[in-house]
């Protein structure tokens, strides 16, 4: 796909403009996307992923979801002259100090590799009973303008650890975090469901405000 010009390109049915979401996640894209379809925020606006834009995926070097997400939305902001939201988020263990937290995509080293992830998670916790598996989703996101002004939102999601991975819905660690409220992991629930609970949802339902400004 081409970049778009920064104020976007004329058509028929008036202003054409995108919104770069700051992820390589075709998951993230498509459940971020919903959220804020959902919460009115898109209107004539075209969402697209930075991969789609060519846009690599800068360093997340901050120690704070709020570090990573303002960094991947300016870098992103930057590259194509377009308004774009980054996020950040990660699985949060109180048994574990609040670990994985921002290395959550790489807990067990390679950068998203779900699956072992879960597992090195899931034994570490093996012995936790069940009063000690609290643990949340956290979510920090940022809309960065490329001419200047930023807008941030946080989100959490309470819950508690299963033993062994459940279902086939999401992604990350949705298969073995519970939410309060409820018997079946995120990974069980139904895609409407989840992002009216989520971290994601909460932060970019706060968010969207400031994305419909863009086009209102």
């Given at each position: ?9 004329a058509?028929?049915?008036g ?8 992820t ?20 004539p606006?075209e ?12 360093l997340?070097?901050?120690?704070t ?34 670990a ?21 998670l899931l034994?570490q ?20 303008l ?8 946080t ?8 033993y062994?991975p459940r279902?086939?819905g ?33 932060a970019?339902r ?5 994305i ?5």
């Amino acid at each position: 796909m081409n970049r778009p010009p920064a104020g976007g390109t004329a058509s028929a049915g008036g202003a054409h403009r995108v919104l770069v979401l700051a992820t390589h996640n075709a998951h993230k894209v498509r459940e971020l996307r919903a959220i804020l379809a959902e919460a009115d925020a898109l209107g004539p606006l075209e969402v697209v992923g930075a991969s789609e834009l060519g846009v690599a995926a800068p360093l997340e070097d901050g120690l704070t979801f709020q570090e990573n997400a303002l960094l991947k939305a300016r870098f992103v902001a930057q590259a194509t002259g377009l308004a774009a939201v980054g996020d950040d988020s990660g699985l949060c263990v109180a048994a574990l100090g609040g670990a994985p937290g921002v290395f959550s995509a790489r807990w067990a080293g390679g950068h998203g590799d779900d699956a072992a992830n879960l597992a090195l998670l899931l034994d570490q916790l093996r012995d936790v009973p069940e009063k000690g598996r609290a643990a949340w989703f956290e979510c920090a996101a940022v809309l960065a303008l490329p001419g200047g002004g930023e807008h941030a939102a946080t989100g959490r999601m309470e819950g508690r650890l299963a033993y062994e991975p459940r279902g086939a819905g999401g992604f990350g660690y949705d298969p073995i975090l519970i939410p309060d409220g409820f018997n079946v992991t995120s990974a069980e629930l139904e895609p409407g469901q989840k992002n009216a609970i989520s971290h994601r949802g909460k932060a970019f339902r706060t968010l969207a405000p400031a994305i419909r400004a863009l086009w209102c």
